[in-house]
Structures are given as structure tokens and as C-alpha cells.
């Protein structure tokens, strides 16, 4: 978040006891075996033809071109297609060859997978749909019922990433948690096993990965005060295999967890203060996200997010690196065990997570050929390390940073320590904000031009310490100042107020380290990308252009206006020799939430059609009319204000807390959730007591906050929303 937006930054033992620990672990995880006819639907034949081949087709995904078998198509999440019949010649004549319209208005992140002529697409609320990838044809989908109260939990949209590919079956990790095995052919459900405690803040939202048989699952929730970790399931059945927690927990209690052993050795003593407990903020380090594997050195790697609570002071006593927040480690992924780790952000306090994918490639640097990780993470810095031992090799910023100057002798960050906000209690702005320089969206590789694209983002955030600051058991918890009022109005903060971010597509080669091209796009953020051996790089934009580009020069070759806001990367494939792109439009994720005027379109907050679109050579297609306007209906006049100056300000403290993460700042919606200033509840005080006290519309995503706000709060926030709606109107603002 930035300017109004980011003006809120938001703003943020013992061996022996095993045999109990297992019992306890069976119990709170128990696999639940589905019997095949609850909950998929299935529409005509399934035209599957090698579905049933064993897992390790991924390892070889090369030798298949034509499919796309793991979200960044192999293992090495290149997002690299080697397709070439569409190229930078013929690329002019791409057009639609279907689309397919998606049951809800919510954010698409979903890369699909296609498999044997098989398209899989996954959608908001975690729902999954497989398309004869031809023809459109819905074969299957399914919907795992995600309750609606969980949106609370989720930072950033009820989004989802994708789905994974192993022997036959369709792995989706929910918003709630769970994961389930489908059957690919038919989207019957055959296992489901739930990943997370319930009574805390986790969420799924990235894609599973499989290795070896194991299905790999991390969870969100940093903003929650959640601890992370990532989890292997058998592939076959879903019995829990290992876990990883990247934080350690209370001191003196083992997990027995394959992460006992190195928290203890190493990570515990990088924390203080009281952490593990609700009022310390769990630590974070979620496993969002992104992960790699290395199938020669059968080495797995894990981007692990950003800390919690955000605030170091809360947290660590406003000391230690907190080990493994904002790191790369690698584990071995038969057995969770440690191998090595990289911090790129030692302390952080900026949610600075390390979740955006790692490409692996192998790079000729000095003179000798490296395996190398790449990965361009929200702290601004492309990193290339040696994958077999995780030494640092290059760390090179591609954007304005300011919260390092460089790297010391142990390639450790030289801090700059007015960025600890946590300590020094001064206001920081720092650039890449909280939203990062590179966020969830894909970069891509190409091996022919060596370049890496990235979806860069430009923006700064305002952090400042809050001293009042106590976590509600609702909604996020970070440690920061919110309410925009709050913010002492210096020059540098207004500057940072005003700020206008930007967002760009950006070739960078990692071995000079430059920049080779770049692209603007519109506003704050852009899509994720994808490359082809065609000499092309596809990338949609929030006016919902998808573009491509020659992958040499960044010459826009093509594109096509999709209706909707894209955020979500593009696919290859082919079927029967023909090759298509596909991808999942529809606004939503953080920036429709809090995103506020900086992430409007030119006419206004975006609104969202989310469709599967598939493009091929001289598709002709027609993309269908938008559905009717839904804008919510707009009272014609702003009701009176019932309150004085302090409900309104006791309003406006208790809105910023809780509801702009949803709403907008200053409850300016851009998009995302509704624009409360003209809702029709604001005339009616029971009705909004209703839906903010009581949760009438809990099934929509909307739960009740009683258990944060006293109904003295949530009147007080209906009088500060009316105030918003009538200085909108032009009318003046209350003075008594
Ligand atoms: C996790 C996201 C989230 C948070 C946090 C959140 N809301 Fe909502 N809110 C929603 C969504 C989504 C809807 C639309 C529900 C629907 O479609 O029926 C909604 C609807 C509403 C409505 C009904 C609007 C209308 O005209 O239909 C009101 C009023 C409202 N929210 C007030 C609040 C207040 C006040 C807070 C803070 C105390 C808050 N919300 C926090 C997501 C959120």
C-alpha cells in the first residue's frame, strides 16, 4: 500500500515424547476419505490419455512440450514454455479460441496446468474446473465449499494459485486449509486432509507441489499471527509424511517436527521476547508460495514469507535476524531434514517476504557453470545463489531501495538503521513498500535470450511503530500505525502520501546485471508472466491488456483487451500440434482491497469479470459482452450525520484497524470489497449492525466483528463512513 493506499502501509524438549505428539498429530490432521460422487460435478467425457502414468513425468517435463505439468511447467519454475509454432512473425494473428465466464467477482492469481489436452484452472474460494483444452468444453468442477468466514483470515483476497499434477490426480491446497486429492479424470474427490488449526489465522492460496510421491503444502497467515511451515502428504493417500516449521516455537517444547533439530541449533537464538504466544505474534514465515526442486541434487527449496507481527518490538524485543523469516531454505524432500538456508532479510520488519519464485538455472558466471536459484523477492534485490550449498553469489537491487546499502563480508545486508521503526519509534518510509518490488506474480526465464522478466512494482510505505498498538482476534494484526491521522503530516510523509507508484515489466540479465528493456504498465501492479522458445513474452496488465512482447527487445508485438483486470500468469501448450496461451483474468487480490484511487482504472474503481480465456493462431472467438453493471447501488443522498467529531474519529481509529484491509483506505474501495460510502445500510442503523455486528453476510465473505468492536465502535464507524460519503458529496465536514 502506498499513497492513501500506503499511507496505511498496512499498511502488516523432549525426543521421547513422541507417541503422544503422533496421537495428537493424527488427530487434529486426520485424513478424511472421501467417498467418490460428494461434491464434483462432471459434464461429458474426460479426454485424458496418459493421466495414469507415475508422477515422474514432472522430472522429465521437457520431453513433453506440449503439456504444462507443474505451475512454473517444471520443476525449475521458469515459467518457460518451449513451444515455437506462435512467434515473434506470426504472433500478430493470435485471437481467441474460447472462454469460459467463472462463478464469482473475486481475484484470479491461478496458473493453469495442461496436461494431455486437459486444461486445469483453478478459481477464487479455492474451486477448481478442467476444460477440453481445444475446445473449452467444461469436463468437471469442483467446489470444495470453502465457508465464508474464512475470507476474514485471508490478507489479500479469497484467492488461490493453482493446483498440482501427480499420477492421475488434481491436488488443491483451500482457503481453509484443507488439502484434497481429486481424481483428474472425473474431479471426484479421493482424499482430503486438513493441514492447519483452525482456531488461528492460516489460509491456502499457493499451489502444491509434488516430489517423489510427496505432496508439498505451506499456508499465509503471517498478517493472522500464524507460525508457518510447509508439510509432505503421501501422494497416494494423504498420510502426513513430515514437517517443517520455519520458526521455532516456545521455547523448550519440541515439535517432534523435522525442524526440531535446527530451530533448536539455530534459529531459536535468533529470537526474543515471547514470540510463540498470541501477544508476540507467532512469528510468522509462511510458506505462501513458491517453491523449487532440484531433481539431480534432490534438494527442495522454500520461499519462506515475512514475519509476524510485521513490528520487531512486538515481536523479538526489537532484536535478532529471527531465522528462517524471509529466507531460502533448502530440506531434503523425502524427509523435511535441513540442508542450508539464505536470510535475505535478517529482522524483517517490512513484509519482506522471500515467497516469489525461484527459477533454477544453470549460469556460466566467472568463467565456470553454476547451478544457480534465481529469485527477484519483494525486498528489491536480485539474488542468484549456488543451489547445491547456498552460497551467496550476486545480490543486486533492480529497483530504488533504501532499507540496505549493500552486503558486508558474510553477504549479510548492511542495514540502514532508520529502517528499524521498531526501535527507533520514528516514522520510516520505505521503498519497495510492504507490497514489494516484485510480488506473488511469476517472473519468467528465457533460456534462448538468458533474460529474466519481472513484474516489477514501484512504491514506498509508510511504517511507524504503534504504541497503543493490541492485537484483535479478527482480521489483521501488525504492529503498525493504520489510521492515516495518526501519521505525523512532516514533509517526507506527505511526499510519501503523494507518491504515485508505478509498475513496469523489466527484462534484467543476471549475469551483467543490468537491465536489458523494460515495459511501463498501468498503475501499481501488473501479471505474471510467461516466455516462449517463440521469441515471445506474454503479460497482462490491470487494464486487462494481454500483451506480448518480442523477448529480445521488449518490441510490443500484440494484444488483446480481456474485459478484466489480469494478475495471474499465462500458460503454453499445445494439443493435436496446435499451440495456445491460456489464462485466468479477473481484478481482486490486495489491491482491490486497500488499494484505494492509486489502483483505480481510468473511469473509476475496476470492476471484475473473472473468465478462463485460451488464444491460438487465427482464433476467432468472440469475447462475450460483460454481465450487467453490479457497481453497488448508490443512496442518492448521504444520510445526516447522527455523531459529534469524536464518535467519528473513534470511528475512524476503528475502521482503519480492521476494515480497510477490505474496504479501502479512508473507505475509498477499489474494487475489491464494497464502497461502503454508498451503501445502502447507511441509513439504516440496525441493518448495519446487522451485517457488521452480527455477520448476516458471513456466507459473502463479510463476518461479524463483535468480538472485536464494542457496538459503540461499529456505530461510531457507520458515522465516520457517512462522513466520508458526504465530504464525497460535497457537503462540509462536521464540525461538533
Ligand atoms: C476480509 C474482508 C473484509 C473485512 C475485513 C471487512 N469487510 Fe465488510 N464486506 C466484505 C465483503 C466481501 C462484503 C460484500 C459481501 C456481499 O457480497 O454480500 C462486505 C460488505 C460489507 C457491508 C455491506 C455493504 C453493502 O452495501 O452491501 C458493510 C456495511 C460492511 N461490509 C462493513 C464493514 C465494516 C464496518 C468492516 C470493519 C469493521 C468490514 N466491513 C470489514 C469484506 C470485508
Not at 664 to 685: K, M
Amino acid at each position: 500500500m502506498t499513497s492513501p493506499g500506503n499511507a496505511c502501509t498496512l499498511l502488516a524438549r523432549k525426543a521421547r515424547q513422541l507417541p503422544r505428539d503422533i496421537l495428537l498429530i493424527a488427530a487434529t490432521f486426520a485424513v478424511v476419505l472421501i467417498t467418490p460422487g460428494a461434491d464434483a460435478a462432471t459434464h461429458g467425457p474426460a479426454s485424458l490419455k496418459s493421466a495414469g502414468n507415475a508422477g515422474q513425468r514432472i522430472a522429465h517435463a521437457d520431453a513433453e512440450p506440449q503439456n504444462w505439468l507443474s505451475t512454473g511447467r517444471t520443476y525449475s519454475e521458469a515459467h518457460d514454455s518451449p513451444l515455437t509454432t506462435i512467434d515473434t512473425q506470426n504472433v500478430s494473428r493470435l485471437g481467441l479460441a474460447w472462454s469460459f465466464d467463472l462463478d464469482t467477482h473475486r481475484g484470479q492469481e491461478s496458473t493453469p496446468l495442461a496436461v494431455d489436452g486437459v486444461l486445469y484452472t483453478t478459481s477464487a474460494w479455492s474451486k477448481v474446473q478442467a476444460f477440453d483444452a481445444a475446445s473449452g468444453t467444461l469436463l468437471w468442477h469442483f467446489d470444495p465449499k470453502v465457508p465464508g468466514a474464512t475470507a476474514v483470515k485471508a490478507c489479500c483476497d479469497v484467492v488461490n494459485r493453482g493446483a498440482a499434477f501427480w499420477d492421475g490426480k488434481i491436488y488443491i491446497g483451500t482457503l481453509d486449509g484443507r488439502l484434497i486429492a481429486l481424481n483428474a479424470k472425473t474431479g471426484k474427490p479421493l482424499w482430503s486432509v486438513n493441514t492447519v488449526d483452525r482456531t488461528k489465522g492460516y489460509t491456502i492460496t499457493g499451489a502444491p507441489r509434488v516430489v517423489r510421491g510427496n505432496v508439498l503444502i505451506g499456508n499465509g497467515g503471517a498478517e493472522q499471527g500464524v507460525r508457518g511451515y510447509i508439510t509432505a502428504y503421501d501422494a497416494s493417500t494423504g498420510r502426513l509424511k513430515w514437517r517443517f516449521y520455519t520458526v521455532p516455537g516456545e521455547p523448550g517444547k519440541m515439535d517432534n517436527a523435522a525442524s526440531d533439530k535446527i530451530l533448536a541449533q539455530l534459529a531459536e537464538r535468533t529470537w526474543d521476547g515471547n514470540w510463540w504466544s498470541s501477544s508476540g505474534g507467532g512469528g510468522g514465515g509462511t510458506v505462501w508460495d513458491s517453491m523449487s526442486y532440484d531433481p539431480e541434487l534432490d534438494l527442495l527449496y522454500i520461499g519462506v514469507g515475512n514475519s509476524a507481527y510485521w513490528n520487531r518490538k512486538y515481536r523479538s524485543a526489537n532484536r535478532g535476524d529471527n531465522l528462517f523469516v524471509a529466507s531460502i531454505v533448502a530440506l531434503r524432500p523425502s524427509t523435511g531434514e535441513y540442508v542450508w538456508h539464505y536470510q535475505q532479510t535478517p529482522g524483517d520488519q517490512w513484509d519482506f517476504t522471500s515467497t516469489q519464485n525461484m527459477i533454477l538455472a544453470d549460469l556460466t558466471i566467472d568463467g565456470r557453470l553454476r547451478k544457480v536459484l534465481l529469485q527477484a523477492p519483494k525486498n528489491g534485490i536480485f539474488y542468484i545463489l549456488d543451489r547445491a550449498t547456498g552460497e551467496f553469489l550476486s545480490g543486486t537491487p533492480f529497483v530504488k531501495i533504501n532499507w540496505m546499502s549493500g552486503f558486508d563480508s558474510q553477504h549479510r545486508p548492511i542495514m540502514n538503521p532508520k529502517s528499524d521503526y521498531g526501535s527507533t519509534g520514528e516514522v520510516w518510509i520505505g521503498t519497495p513498500s510492504q507490497s514489494g518490488s516484485h510480488s506473488w506474480q511469476p517472473m519468467a526465464m528465457n533460456t534462448q535470450t538468458g533474460l529474466a522478466y519481472i513484474p516489477v512494482q514501484d512504491n514506498v510505505s509508510i511504517f511507524l511503530s504503534d504504541p497503543e498498538f493490541k492485537p484483535k482476534p479478527l482480521g489483521v494484526n501488525v504492529g503498525i500505525v493504520t489510521d492515516p491521522v495518526k501519521l505525523p503530516l512532516t514533509p517526507d510523509v506527505l511526499a510519501a502520501i503523494k507518491f504515485q507508484p508505478t509498475s513496469y515489466l523489466l527484462a534484467w540479465n543476471p549475469i551483467t546485471k543490468t537491465e536489458a528493456w523494460r515495459a511501463a504498465t498501468p498503475s501499481v501492479v501488473n501479471g505474471g508472466v510467461l516466455t516462449t522458445a517463440g521469441g515471445l513474452v506474454f503479460q497482462g496488465t490491470i487494464d486487462g491488456d494481454l500483451i506480448a512482447y518480442d523477448a529480445v527487445n521488449g518490441a510490443k508485438l500484440w494484444s488483446f483487451n480481456c474485459g478484466s483486470a489480469i494478475l495471474a500468469a499465462p500458460i503454453s501448450f499445445a494439443v493435436n500440434g496446435r499451440q495456445y496461451i491460456s489464462l485466468v483474468v479477473g481484478w481482486g487480490g490486495i489491491y482491490s482491497m486497500l488499494g484505494g484511487p492509486p489502483a483505480w482504472g481510468k473511469t473509476g474503481p475496476r470492476t471484475n469479470t473473472s473468465r478462463v480465456l485460451t488464444f491460438t493462431l487465427d482464433g476467432k472467438a468472440a469475447l462475450p459482452a460483460p454481465p450487467e453493471d453490479s457497481t453497488p447501488r448508490r443512496t442518492a443522498v448521504p444520510p445526516a450525520q447522527f455523531a459529534d467529531v469524536s464518535t467519528i474519529t473513534m470511528g475512524q481509529t476503528a475502521y482503519h484497524r480492521t476494515c480497510l484491509v477490505c474496504h479501502g483506505i479512508a473507505t475509498i474501495s477499489a474494487g475489491g470489497a464494497p464502497d461502503l460510502r454508498h451503501s445502502a445500510t447507511l441509513v439504516d442503523g440496525s441493518l448495519w449492525r446487522s451485517i457488521v455486528a452480527d455477520g448476516a453476510l458471513v456466507n459473502n465473505g463479510m463476518v461479524g466483528f463483535r468480538e472485536n468492536f464494542s457496538l459503540r465502535e461499529i456505530d461510531a464507524i457507520r458515522a465516520y463512513v457517512i462522513e466520508q460519503a458526504r465530504l464525497e458529496a460535497g457537503e462540509s465536514p462536521t464540525v461538533h
